[in-house]
């Protein structure tokens, strides 16, 4: 999905202070929810279900709230390609991914280590945050304790830790796991090193679970003994090193935490072998700063698959390995790492639930996450076993341990809230990949745990805060790429055909995720048979179809364009409302030069609907207002896209100009302020423009150009001119914004003005 930065849409913001909010009228606000009401679980029935009509639900959000919610990982329009691969049906001709996977590691029999491995280890050794504090507590103690979790590199570093103090006259053994302590270096050996590596007794899951079988129990590593231990290898010159997991270390050792070197280093020294002669700085430092190079290290990877990486990237040198290819083995790798962790032994039903809440809820607090995977294990815990109850344990894992473990990390920020920006403090996986692997592997891989993912997304689907919502929607659209039938089947289609506005927003915004995870094709045609109502499309379906064009729209202006004519075709306020919105999303979108070009069509043409519909959403789109930048505060969205393209043609400012958006603008003005039914409106948004031009010398200077273009007859000047002494209350004794206003209305130049004096 999309990576971190995206920008999200403009917003719309308010006028400035003392006018309206932006907004249609009340009564088709109404008209919108009127459609929604409802009661919530009837959605499964399919359409609008018989009964009486509960009390309306809140007001339907900006179908761009998926981008503001979707914490990165939405585009705007349907078609993606970035670091993880290629979204969207783009791709032409035969499509070939070749994923590399991570083999096992190397079984090292028992025994003394070969010197040539040894050495080999230490050429591409990079020496982690505490490898000085275990060098010297290994030289001092002669017992050292390595923990620290898998992949680290702990038994690298245990191997080079024993190289170094052993010196070019030792040795290193690898012991077995039976070894007793009590038989370490009793064989006269000196200046030996020895090794005790994970050794576990298969407990499983449980109290003292995976726990290295001689660190407990009855001839266990403890204090008294680990004494004597340390005497006796001082006596003959040796060294132990054991790598345990951080809950099994034995009582009186302290142990050191091991903390791995940054994976970009690793990487340029394995980098460095596996290029060979061709290794220069220059073609090191060109593949490491690769997009698919930047995604496998934000992911911490393990020593070992950094190894594997380093192969992979070289044969992409050499021409052997595609671009795409890259990105499929990071896919892979992240992939076989979500799988682990759901089918991990160590980890019961919370740890888990909380790794598939995180991969909803990636980039939101601590505490939200965890609330959230505490309801979805209630679930899965009922499903599992029916019988016991739903509760609880009160106090669970710390969260250092569930977010090593979920390799996540938290990061301080700044939230946007009703409050203006807030600091606030949020979990991420470190993979951009992860939250994706865990989903579809949990839908994929363990089936048995979909009844109760499905209720859980359908109960977020449910949730006032429009978050949940969003990213139940995320989450579902994650799920029908790789599953569609059923995803659609058990949630997108009873969604989409429900009475609750928000559930049906919640299947477009499902929809458009599908979409840009491979579906498009697919959602494409489900859309137009939703749009049409010889098809399959109910009022609910056409109402959740033009929802679904207002963000995938931006790449299919033309298609959308099409089928929301079809939708305006009715006299259902709700649809008619859902088109409005869907046609201003797409103009905040990037798709204003299409949809203005369309409005005209329907202004100028036959069909009542399609006329009603274009003069609402004209004014609807009149009413928004750009937020501004540093150098100009806010003005009207559609006078900004104008300027704007002033700007690039070099004719900013200029009253005379008549681009493609400002003929388009202008036009659609004149019609709108002329229409018997929706002049009125328009002209009070209009109004709201030039109030807003008196504090503005810019927003005035642009509005002078705009005015004189509107007068094509005396009809249109008198109207203008009624507005502007009309504008702020007192029509006599008007500011000097207006009266410059007014004399550039009736004395600009424009060439309908000239014509008719």
Same mark, same amino acid.
């Given at each position: ?7 999200? &849409? ?14 249609? &009228? ?9 459609? *929604? ?11 609008? &279900? ?7 639900? %809140? ?75 275990? $060098? ?6 002669? #017992? ?17 830790? +024993? ?121 090191? !430092? ?21 190894? @594997?990486?380093? *192969? ?13 290819? =890259? ?10 790492? %979500? ?68 390799? %996540?990390? @938290? ?30 592997? +949990?839908?994929? @891989? ?19 805060? #429009? =978050? ?71 009022? /609910? !379906? ?32 709700? +649809?008619?409302?859902? #088109? ?5 999303? =797409?103009? !905040?979108?990037?798709?204003?030069? @299409?949809? $203005? ?38 003005? &009207? ?35 709108? =302020?002329?229409?018997?039914?929706h002049g009125r409106r328009a002209g009070e948004v209009l109004q709201e423009w030039i109030r807003g031009a008196e504090d503005d010398p810019q ?37 000097? /914004? ?20």
């Amino acid at each position: 999905m999309q990576q971190p930065g995206v920008a999200p &849409p403009p917003q719309a913001v308010r006028p400035p202070a003392g006018r309206p909010a932006p907004g249609r &009228p009340e009564a088709e606000r109404q008209g919108a929810e009127r459609a *929604g009401e409802g009661r919530a679980d009837a959605v499964r029935a399919g359409e609008n &279900p018989a009964g009486a009509a509960a009390p309306p639900e %809140a007001p339907v959000e900006n179908p761009e709230a998926l981008f503001r919610h979707g914490g990165g990982r939405v585009d705007i329009g349907g078609n993606r390609v970035d670091g993880a691969g290629a979204g969207g049906d783009v791709v032409g001709g035969d499509k070939h991914t070749h994923i590399y996977h991570s083999p096992a590691a190397p079984r090292v029999r028992p025994g003394r280590l070969d010197r040539s491995a040894l050495e080999a280890v230490s050429a591409l050794y990079v020496p982690g945050p505490d490898h000085r504090e275990a $060098l010297e507590r290994l030289r001092e103690e002669r #017992v050292l304790v390595l923990t620290g979790r898998p992949g680290s590199g702990r038994y690298t570093a245990a191997q080079q830790l +024993l190289h170094q103090v052993s010196g070019p006259d030792g040795a290193v053994f690898l012991l077995d796991t039976g070894t007793g302590f009590d038989d370490i270096a009793t064989d006269g050996a000196r200046n030996s090193a020895y090794l005790l590596h994970d050794a576990t007794d298969g407990a499983g899951e449980g109290a003292g679970g995976g726990l290295p079988g001689r660190l407990r129990g009855r001839g266990a590593l403890g204090a008294h003994r680990l004494n004597i231990l340390r005497g006796r290898l001082a006596e003959t010159g040796c060294w132990l090193i054991v790598t345990a997991d951080a809950g099994a270390v034995p009582a009186g050792a302290r142990p050191v935490f091991w903390q791995p070197p940054e994976p970009a280093d690793v990487l340029a020294g394995h980098l460095r072998r596996a290029l060979g002669r061709e290794a220069d700085d220059r073609t090191v !430092r060109s593949l490491a700063g690769l997009e698919q190079t930047a995604e496998f290290i934000a992911g911490r990877p393990s020593m070992e698959q950094i190894g @594997e990486f380093a *192969g992979i990237l070289a044969a992409h040198h050499r021409g052997l390995v595609t671009a795409g290819e =890259l990105a499929g083995h990071n896919h892979a790798v992240v992939a076989a790492r %979500a799988a682990e962790a759901l089918a991990d032994p160590a980890r019961g039903l919370r740890d888990k639930a909380f790794l598939v809440s995180l991969a909803v809820f990636d980039r939101t607090p601590y505490p939200q996450v965890h609330a959230h995977g505490d309801e979805l294990c209630r679930l899965l815990t009922a499903s599992e076993s029916p019988a016991e109850g739903a509760g609880l344990p009160v106090f669970g894992r710390s969260k250092p341990d569930l977010l090593a473990w979920a390799r %996540a990390v @938290e990061e301080n920020g700044l939230e946007e809230t009703e409050f203006g920006l807030l600091p606030s403090t949020s979990v991420r996986f470190e993979s951009v990949l992860m939250a994706d692997s865990v989903l579809t592997g +949990l839908w994929l @891989e363990h089936p048995a745990a979909r009844p109760a993912l499905l209720e859980w997304l359908n109960g977020l689907s449910r949730a006032d805060a #429009v =978050l949940p919502r969003v990213r139940a929607a995320i989450a579902t659209g994650v799920l029908a790429a790789v599953d569609f039938p059923g995803v659609v089947e058990e949630l997108v289609r009873p969604w989409s055909g429900g009475r609750s506005l928000r559930l049906r927003q919640s299947a477009a915004w499902a929809l458009h995720v599908a979409a840009q995870e491979g579906r498009q094709r697919v959602v494409l045609e489900l859309l137009r048979r939703w749009s049409d109502p010889a098809a399959e499309g109910s009022v /609910a !379906r056409r109402w959740t179809a033009a929802r679904a064009w207002a963000t995938l729209g931006v790449d299919h202006a033309a298609r959308a364009l099409r089928n929301l004519r079809a939708i305006a075709r009715s006299d259902d306020d709700g +649809l008619r409302s859902a #088109v409005v919105d869907a046609l201003a999303s =797409l103009v !905040r979108s990037g798709a204003a030069a @299409e949809v $203005l070009t369309e409005l005209g069509e329907w202004l100028h043409g036959t069909d009542p609907h399609l006329r009603r519909t274009a003069a609402e959403a004209f004014t609807a789109m009149a009413v928004e207002w750009d937020r501004g930048g540093e150098d100009t505060g806010p003005w &009207p969205l559609l006078l900004r896209l104008q300027e704007a393209e002033g700007s690039r043609t070099g004719s900013a400012g200029d009253p005379g100009s008549t681009g493609g958006a400002g003929r388009l603008v202008q036009g659609l003005w004149r019609a709108v =302020l002329r229409d018997r039914g929706h002049g009125r409106r328009a002209g009070e948004v209009l109004q709201e423009w030039i109030r807003g031009a008196e504090d503005d010398p810019q927003l005035r200077s642009a509005m002078t150009g705009l005015l004189p273009a509107l007068v094509q007859d005396v009809n249109d000047r008198d109207r203008l001119d009624h507005l502007l002494r009309h504008a702020t209350g007192s029509p006599d004794d008007p500011p000097a /914004a207006v009266r410059e206003l007014r004399q550039a209305l009736w004395y600009g130049r424009s060439r309908g003005a000239e014509n008719n004096r």
